[in-house]
């Protein structure tokens, strides 16, 4: 028989795993990918359940918090959703999602692909852009003691990925290797149109912050 408490029990449990995280990974950020994954999802035909579960999962044992190791978030998603009699289909597909959703950029084979995938990648990546996408960002830079901005190590497009890896990059280009990038890689027409907005709200907040650090505004 079908669980009726599923996505209520998936909330509590997913609450109570993330009690410590970082503010980048905390309870809050799963809240806003749920909201933007069922506002999305209203769109499109696609398992609501799943997409739900997919949401509430996707970060719940990120691996740059244990060691890069990738089979700790599936692991537990499956435990957690045996526990709930979840069926099988349904587990296999929220891990797929778990083991799928990362952004890599550039051109890697996606093994596994699903409307239920695209909706929740592109409400994970909404969250990175906009106005909490920019405090998150900062967010992540002032926990590793990044700068701010500094004109001299400002992204430079003749570097090699070791030289500019081997820098201790400031916030700012964050913007240039990934936010900026985002809206072209939306999957869905309505993560597509938000993001275009965040977007350009990320556009005009870099055009302000450069005014101000050069003293003209
Ligand atoms: P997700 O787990 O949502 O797929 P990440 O773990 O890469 O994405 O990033 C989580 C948040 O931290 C995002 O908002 C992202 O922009 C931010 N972040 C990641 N790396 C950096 C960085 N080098 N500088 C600033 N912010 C970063
Ligand atoms: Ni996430």
């Known amino acids: 028989m079908k669980n009726p408490n599923l996505i209520q029990n998936t909330i509590a449990f997913v609450k109570q795993q993330l009690q410590h995280a970082e503010g980048g990974h905390d309870w809050f950020h799963i809240e806003r990918v749920l909201k933007n994954s069922e506002n999305i999802a209203k769109s499109e035909d696609c398992n609501l359940e799943i997409v739900q579960l997919g949401a509430l999962l996707h970060d719940i044992a990120d691996s740059k918090f244990h060691n890069g190791d990738e089979t700790i978030g599936p692991k537990v998603a499956r435990e957690f959703l045996e526990t709930q009699n979840a069926d099988e289909e349904t587990i296999q597909h929220v891990i797929n999602i778990i083991e799928n959703i990362s952004y890599k950029g550039g051109n890697f084979e996606k093994e596994f692909s699903s409307k239920e995938l695209d ?49 201790v990059a400031p916030t700012i280009n964050h913007f240039y290797e990934k936010l900026l990038l985002l809206k072209d890689l939306m999957n869905t027409q309505t993560g597509k149109q938000i993001a275009l907005e965040r977007h350009q709200y990320m556009e005009d907040f870099l055009d302000q912050f450069y005014a101000e650090w050069n003293g003209e505004k």
Not at 146 to 163: G, H, Q
């Open 119 to 167: 909706i929740v990648q592109d409400a994970d990546r909404l969250d990175a852009l906009g106005a909490i996408g920019i405090a998150r960002a900062f967010n992540y830079g002032g926990f590793k003691n990044r700068a701010l901005y500094d004109p001299e190590t400002t992204v430079n497009l003749n570097m090699s990925k070791e030289e500019y890896k081997s820098q």
